[in-house]
């Protein structure tokens, strides 16, 4: 049977169990005729026993599904192995090409030996699904009737409910969770790996990075070096410039908005800016690229600067732009949830909104500010498109903003895209830039988070 | 004191609506201003004010003087726009955008509501205390300094300590909190909070004060230093309180102003007002009829 076909047949099960639940209960209270204490709804009883019925035959066959696939492999792989049949192939294309056989026409197509492979795979995986069809079944209309037995008016039904319901939360969370300290092992794993073949001290201080690797001896500019100093500073030099423009631009507009702007402007100027965040960074990447870069490089050629067609000052600036409405929507919030009466406080003693703003709304608003702010900073430390396309790939040592730098996410980028081997230095490397990329971010968010937890114990 | 706390004590509690409903069923038309709304040396002159929230009106063509160097209170059921005239007197309702205010009024014979009127400078020289009290997050000092600092007051550090504490001693907090002038104001009690709002607002030596409901939010005892320290700021400040208890009103005010739906009913001495008003609305009112 289909698994969609079984999962429909288990609902119905369900939706019987839980009408059967619900009468029974419901019969027994009304024999019972006690009208005036309070009764658990004969409803909670239905879904008791629909969950208890459901929820193991679908984690059954969730696990006897996992298991099938190996499980017909190692029977197949034992039945070409016992028989005559040469399999002077991998054994995994092999068997790849038998599976891949769904259609009379493509069995046809298959050697005679491949076709009696195909019988027996064909042969083996009908029982199996048989089997596991029979057992979720099965198990599933056991449950049913042991339900059915089970549940009498004194089932602490809504409890249960309650329980299982918890315990759907808690999964779904936890799914979350695990997978954030899945990626987490995966690249610390990774990254030992790495730093087993180059020294961390070499990676972390080292002052280049070429992580060309030879493969043959011979090779020309294969020296792979590992220093990711160059990666770093290029990092925080584009962020510092994207910093510098979104942080006052940010503050500004966020202090026009919730302090100036009419309400009018302020329901149309907001979503406004806020649409910014929801640019693709690839369509800012090719702005900066074909129209910031060449500008700032014309513009440093007319004042007699030397500046690279590529330069971090060009992908700053456009990541600046970016990242303003994160200053801003957060700044406007925290500014925006300031009480009015310290607005009116510092105004009734006569104080213009421009020294109410410096001096009262911000201080109090300053630990929410700093929190957009990081966030902001670890967005831009985190963005890659951009850089990308308009600060070049070349791993320049330098805080010259007009000359091409690149950042920690650029040369994942270029270290993983394409053919590679996931076991040689350079691609390793990938690995322990983004645990130290994850650190960072990381840092700079608990710092925010505890930031902005500060700031709900300013006033009140 | 303990007059007064006990007293505040025995207040009944009133329902904290009034309006439409009970406007109907008193069928009392509404007539000229009763009392005397006019004084001789009037500090600030109201004439003709309309207050309008967008379409709705908040205040009808109320005329009143606030004499110099006195405490007037104004009483009247939530939302029969005491504390809206209140705020016309410093021009705060220009943070509302949808207000709308007519009218004149006058702070010294000058019409504050000209172009020409900075409302900055006017909120200086016309003072405010809230309802809640609302020390900005900052220390003791820098709240009650805050005034000063804005508009330049002191020529040093020494002067603008003695400015502070000076007007600490005046609110009555001084010896509270001349230990921690470092400590958030915020950390204050709620009494020692709104005190600490009003040493804040006569640091910037206003002529007048302006306090809307001032008490509300405060204990019996924390009322009660605030009503003594009231009257004790009449001697140098004209004060304009919005009150719910009438009880605080007998007590601290030499006038009361009675408004009702927006329109000023009836002035007059506060002893005349509490033992023989003149309107049946206020006399319905103090009574306890409705409120």
Known sequence: MKISALIFLLLIFAAFSYFMARQKVSTAYRQRKQKSKILTLPKYFGYVAAL????????????????????????????????????????????NDIKSADTPEKVAALTPEKQQVYQRYHEIETTTNRTITVIVLSLAILLVIWGMRRINTETPARRVFEKIIEGILLLAASI??????????????????????????????????????????????????????PLFVGTMLISFIALLVSVPLGLMSAIYLSEYAGSKIRAVAKPVLEILAGIPTVVYGFFAALTVAPFIRDLGQSMGLSVASESALAAGLVMGIMIIPFVSSLSDDVLSAVPQ??????????????????????????????????????????????????????????????????????????????????????????FALGLMLFVTTLILNVIALHVVRKYREQYE | ????????????????????????????????????????????RTKEVNVYYADNQAIHNVSLD??????????????CGKSTYLRTLNRMNDTIDICRVEGQILLDGEDIYTKKQDPVLLRARVGMVFQKPNPFPKSIYDNVAYGPRIHGLTRNKSELDDLVEESLTKAGLFQEVKDRLDAPGTGLSGGQQQRLCIARTIAVQPEVILMDEPASALDPIATAKIEELINELKENFTIVIVTHSMQQAARVSQRTAYFHMGRLIEVGETDQIFTNPAHELTEKYITGRFG
């Open chain 1, 176 to 229: 979350a969770i695990m997978t954030t300290v899945g990626i987490v092992f995966s690249v610390l794993f990774e990254s030992t790996r790495f730093f087993g073949e180059v020294p961390i001290m070499s990676f972390m201080f080292g002052t280049e990075w070429s992580p060309q690797t030879a493969i043959r001896a011979d090779q020309v500019g294969s020296s792979a070096a590992f220093g990711a100093v």
């Open chain 1, 52 to 95: 208890t019925a459901l929820l193991p035959a679908l984690l059954m066959l969730f696990f006897l599904q996992m298991a099938e696939e190996p499980y017909i492999n190692s029977e197949i792989s034992n039945y070409i192995v016992n028989s005559d049949i040469e399999a002077n192939e991998d054994l995994d294309l092999y068997l």
């Open chain 2, 1 to 44: 004191m303990n007059e007064a706390v006990l007293n505040d004590l025995a207040e009944p509690n009133k329902p904290d609506h009034a309006g439409p409903e009970t406007e109907d069923s008193l069928n009392i038309e509404y007539t000229d201003t009763v009392g005397q709304p006019l004084c001789e040396e009037a500090k600030i």
């Open chain 2, 66 to 79: 606030i004499g110099e160097n006195e405490v007037i209170a104004l009483i009247g059921p939530s939302g």
């Open chain 1, 341 to 430: 009466n310290l607005r009116e406080g510092s105004l009734g003693l006569g104080a213009t909104r421009s020294e109410t703003i410096v001096k009262v709304l911000i201080p109090a608003a300053l630990p929410g500010i700093v929190g957009g702010v990081l966030l902001a900073a670890s967005r831009a430390i985190g963005e890659t498109m951009i850089v990308v396309m308009a600060a070049g790939l070349a791993a320049n040592l330098t805080v010259n903003p007009l000359e091409a730098v690149t950042t920690v996410t650029v040369q994942i980028v270029t270290l993983l895209t394409g053919d590679q081997e996931f076991d040689s230095a350079k691609t390793l490397a990938a």
